[in-house]
């Protein structure tokens, strides 16, 4: 089995995988995919085994896209060929777009924890303002100058009320 054939192999794995029904390959996917591995090789100098796994990431990224329903719908190895550039935008915004529901989670879970130390109220307003956000939350009681570091002077003199609630 040659290199092209096995890429090939790869994506309708995948297919039959995320769509749930069989891939047909043709001459066309066999043109395509020699264009891809092109565009590929001139880009990045890997063996062979990592540029099976690049396009195993690829293809899978590509059988992912929700936001297009054209692509998703159209989605052959031509089309992937044809629209790499477009396609790779789709994924990265995609791939933003999880990213900020996987911050957003975490900021309400830190709000959470934070509503325990200080009133719902208070843990509010501190993640509503336009300064820098809560990268982490205290899970101790911090210092004068760590609290500064952290949340900014603005905030100097909510200092000795979070320490209060923090029970020290």
Do not use: H
Not at 4 to 25: A, C, E, M, P
Not at 50 to 67: P, R
Not at 94 to 110: G, H, M, P, S, T
Not at 145 to 157: D, E, H, M
Request: glycine share 4%; net charge positive; proline share 2%.
């Amino acid at each position: 089995m040659d290199f092209i054939s096995r890429v090939i192999n790869i994506y309708t794995d995948l297919f039959t995988k995320y769509r749930g029904i069989g891939y047909t390959s043709d001459e066309k996917d066999r043109s395509a995919v020699g264009k891809l591995l092109k565009k590929y090789k001139a880009k990045n100098k890997s063996d062979s085994k990592k540029t099976l796994e690049d396009f195993d990431m690829l293809f899978t990224k590509c059988l992912q896209i929700t936001s297009s329903n054209w692509l998703r719908d159209n989605m052959t190895l031509p089309i992937i060929n044809s629209k790499l550039n477009e396609i790779k935008l789709v994924i990265k915004k995609e791939d933003q777009d999880r990213r900020v529901i996987k911050r957003n989670a975490q900021n309400l879970e830190d709000l959470k924890y934070l509503e325990k130390i200080v009133s719902p109220q208070e843990a509010k307003r501190m993640f509503a303002m336009p300064r820098r956000q809560f990268n982490k939350v205290p899970r101790e009681v911090l210092s004068r100058t760590q609290f500064l570091k952290r949340f900014g002077s603005g905030r100097l003199n909510e200092y000795e009320t979070y320490k209060f609630k923090m029970g020290r």
